[in-house]
């Protein structure tokens, strides 16, 4: 019996999950692309980064309520041949370096190589893990122990807000349609199960 194909994962822990509290806790889940970056069209590299407006500022305002930071990203440029796994494990593990830097470490990325119609070989296939399906969202939770329903996610596309409904993520917004000051997003919601000390 063939399982359907599962989503890559970056951690800094070298592959290992480390909740950074004990227990369940919340998660800001990001897109990349049009998110984190400025979608120049498969971004795969350092020089090609262009961080969107407030993007810092925002994951600073989650950081501050307790939630850990995790991004969720299709990566259709794998699919299509346009840079292997290992250049885009290169390329998060400086986009990691640069969040650790400003003082928002990235808990995680979990990424989809695969398209169902343009994909090459082995990444031609169709997944649970492309959204606007929910796989990369649910891997997270397994590997961290996640509480979907108390956790954000930010996309920049409807896809990204299907993922979300279908995964049930309580709270599910795009980019555009957030309030002017980050902390105004978390204001409302509850304070997280096990806050780091």
Request: glycine fraction near 12%.
């Amino acid at each position: 019996m063939n399982l359907p194909p599962r989503p890559g994962v970056f951690m800094p822990s070298g592959g290992r999950p480390e909740p950074v509290t004990a227990g369940p806790h919340k998660a800001l889940f990001l897109d990349r692309d049009g998110v984190i970056n400025v979608d120049r069209g498969y971004v795969h590299t350092a020089g090609q980064t262009q961080w969107m407006p407030g993007i810092f500022e925002l994951c600073g305002a989650a950081r501050d309520a307790g939630y850990a930071l995790i991004v969720v990203t299709n990566q259709a440029g794998i699919a299509r041949g346009y840079y292997t796994e290992a250049q885009f494990e290169d390329y998060t593990r400086w986009l990691h370096g640069q969040f650790a830097e400003r003082g928002v470490p990235l808990l995680a990325t979990y990424y989809c190589p695969h398209h169902p119609v343009a994909g090459t070989g082995a990444y031609h296939v169709q997944c649970d893990c492309r959204k606007p399906r929910p796989g990369m969202l649910l891997a997270a939770a397994k590997d961290f122990d996640l509480p979907l329903g108390e956790c954000v996610l930010i996309g920049d596309m409807p896809s990204d807000l299907q993922a979300a409904v279908a995964a049930g993520v309580g709270t599910a917004r795009l980019l555009g349609d957030l309030p002017p000051h980050p902390a105004d997003l978390f204001a409302g919601l509850a304070p997280p199960d096990n806050p780091a000390p």
